[in-house]
């Protein structure tokens, strides 16, 4: 029997991953499938030598058909947990992943040299695997660090100290830098009561979960860097910070990982405290990615945190009745569980990481609605978590209970803004995409949009309105009270607003986006225009510009529908916060109204396809202003 004989015309690609070729031409199917390059020629490769390079060259060929696969999963639809969580798996081989900060490189350190790579096929120095765009540093070669070399990992941005400490020695001082500094920074309004003994489940969680200790010391690194690079240190001190960064950032990715793949295998029902801290990570994850301006795929990590929030709610919230009921869930964590505790007695540990990771994640998840035009993923949860009872339902509250206290998640304690603020934003942001679904299927009814702008608008004046009131009349406060209110961190006047201020703030952008979402983008409409003007002149009565690093969302919101004498204004306030500007989204905020501004006469052409979520998109990307 003839036997058949095998093609010789296949790509040079397929020949080498030793795979039948369809032989189509200009690239055959297989290649494009994996979105890879597909070589016919009829010159053999200078790297087809059936030898050394002939292995360089389909060692890198394999790790192109990973990046590509990663790239591919992040755009099918993630549907269930498991495929949610393992979808995180991508960050560690996504270049955008392995980004180094931008800002920290175009705008904080003026003199970082990049050497060459190289390439498998060449053999010689090749700057194609490193790109540098918007001034970001991509190493899409360099794999992440095993989570077993951490012995060998060093945190401090200071290479001197590497000489003269112990590894125990410079963790102890990153960690205290992150404690001291950049959590409060990140977190200016977070302040728990000296009943909650401060913040002492953070210490307890960076000792026993990796991830978050790695991505602490990341951020730590970074912080500590920005101020180097104002003070003019050596720039071998700044490429140092940079290789730190990069290596702690895949430390925490390849630790998330594990806890991943743990708690997908055993699952949430049991684990509930392991699954809490899963959760804890991803958004510490997603505030880390947001603090160095990195251009990280926060959406795909919002699905699995949001996901796994809603696991948690299912399995441990739920009661017979069917209504959810948070404190069961905090109960559970506590260290007699199921016991009710006394009104001031502190909160344990994994109980504490709950109630600030939920905080962060009600209100990251908020935000990201109003950017991807839809719904809060969470927005079921608002009423259980962020409600406030009425008069008659408060009294039949039990007062010496702790767990009594209604709402469960009080917003203002951990983000300083009150919780009517960022439900009102989730509704508009709901209202929004429910419009846009409307319009696509020619079923918009105008009466009905009008009717549940004007519930919101209403709910937004008359909260605002009480807040007015309040700060007119307020209490008095007595020594001892004022003097462990000073230990725990209460702001000084001159350095941060208040958030009865921040909230103000925000409950006027939230007034110019429904403005927005009703009548559409009318930059010169009297009532946008007048609520902009209310919230510049707020803006500007701040005590300092640092503030702004609270209230970057309302900031762009306002920015994007200034006038053109207004603009100067938006770009003084972020000058004026100096080299700590480039920590957080302040500036990614600043170049989406330089965008939208610059494009003035193309969108007044088509008003119609132009509102709030194009303005956030108009990078390129969704941007998550937190």
């Keep these: 029997m003839a036997t058949k004989m095998r093609s010789s015309g296949g790509c040079w690609t397929c020949r080498l991953r030793r795979k039948k070729c369809d032989e189509e031409r200009p690239a055959c199917k297989g290649c494009l499938a994996l979105e890879i390059e597909c070589l016919y020629s009829y010159e053999k490769p200078p790297w087809m030598d059936g030898g050394e390079r002939q292995r360089k060259r389909a060692e890198w060929l394999k790790r192109e058909v990973k990046l590509q696969a990663t790239r591919r999963r992040e755009l ?12 995180l798996d991508a960050s560690l081989t996504d270049d955008s992943d392995a980004v180094a900060p931008k800002d920290m490189i175009s705008a904080t350190f003026t003199s970082i040299e990049t050497p060459g790579l190289v390439t498998p096929d060449t053999g010689t120095q090749d700057l194609t695997p490193v790109s540098v765009s918007g001034g970001a540093l991509t190493d899409m070669s360099l794999p992440a660090p095993s989570p077993d070399a951490h012995d060998n990992a060093s945190p401090t941005p200071d290479l001197d100290l590497r000489g003269r400490l112990s590894q125990e020695e410079i963790e102890a ?14 977190f200016p309004y977070y302040r728990p009561s000296f009943a909650d003994v401060g913040r002492g489940w953070l210490l307890v969680l960076l000792t026993k979960n990796k991830a978050l200790f790695h991505s602490a010391l990341s951020l730590a690194g970074y912080f500590h860097g920005i101020v180097l690079g104002h003070q003019d240190s050596p720039s071998q001190c700044h490429t140092h910070n940079l290789e730190n960064l990069h290596e702690q950032q895949g430390l925490a990715l390849q630790w998330l990982r594990r806890e991943m793949q743990d708690i997908i295998t055993r699952g949430v029902k049991s684990n509930l405290a392991d699954a809490n801290c899963v959760m804890a990570s991803i958004v510490q994850l997603m505030t880390c990615d947001a603090a160095i301006a990195k251009p990280g795929n926060w959406t795909m990590h919002l699905d699995a945190a949001t996901e796994l929030f809603n696991e948690i709610m299912k399995h441990h919230a739920m009661t017979e009745d069917g209504h959810a009921c948070y404190m069961m869930v905090l109960l559970q964590l506590g260290s007699r569980p199921f016991r009710w505790t006394p009104k001031h007695h502190p909160w344990g540990s994994d109980q504490a990481i709950l109630r600030f990771f939920t905080a962060q994640l009600l209100f ?17 949860w608002h009423q259980d978590l962020l409600a406030t009872l009425d008069e ?11 767990e009594g206290t209604i709402p469960h998640i009080n917003l203002q304690e951990f983000v300083g803004v009150e919780n009517w603020v960022v439900v009102a934003v989730a509704e508009i942001a709901a209202l929004d995409s429910w419009k846009k679904e409307m319009k696509c299927v020619g079923s918009l009814s105008v009466a009905e949009l009008v009717s549940r702008a004007s519930a ?37 006047p001159q350095m941060m607003h208040g958030s009865s201020t921040n909230t103000r703030i925000w409950a006027q952008a939230a007034i110019t986006y429904l403005s927005v979402v009703l009548s559409g983008w009318q930059p010169s409409c009297q009532e946008i225009q007048l609520s902009v003007t209310q919230t510049v002149e707020m803006l500007l009565s701040l005590p300092s510009p640092d503030c702004l690093r609270t209230m970057v969302w309302p900031f762009t919101i306002t920015g994007c529908l200034a006038t053109p004498d207004q603009e100067q204004l938006f770009r003084d306030m972020v000058a004026g916060m100096g080299p700590l500007k480039v920590f957080g989204t302040v500036r990614e905020g600043l170049a989406i109204m330089e965008k939208v501004w ?13 509102d709030l979520a194009a303005c956030l998109r108009c990078l390129g990307e969704p941007a998550l202003l937190i």
């Excluded at 990251?364 to 079921?380: C, E, N």
Aim: glycine share 6%.
């Design 76 to 87: 099918r639809p993630l549907q269930g947990l498991e495929v949610r969580l393992e979808s």
């Design 173 to 186: 001082h990153s960690t205290m830098m992150y404690l001291d500094y950049v959590f409060p920074f990140l």
């Design 364 to 380: 990251i998840d908020t935000l990201a609605g109003t950017a991807l035009q839809q719904q809060p993923r969470l927005h079921r």
């Design 392 to 402: 008659e339902a408060r009294k039949r509250m039990p007062k010496s209970e702790k």
């Design 456 to 492: 919101i608008e209403q709910r937004l004046h008359g909260s605002l309105a009480a807040l007015e009131n309040a700060s007119l009349s307020p209490g008095l406060v007595d020594g001892p009270q004022h003097l462990l209110q000073y230990y725990a961190g209460t702001f000084m």
């Design 598 to 610: 610059e494009r003035r006469a193309e969108i007044e052409s088509r008003l119609d396809q132009w």
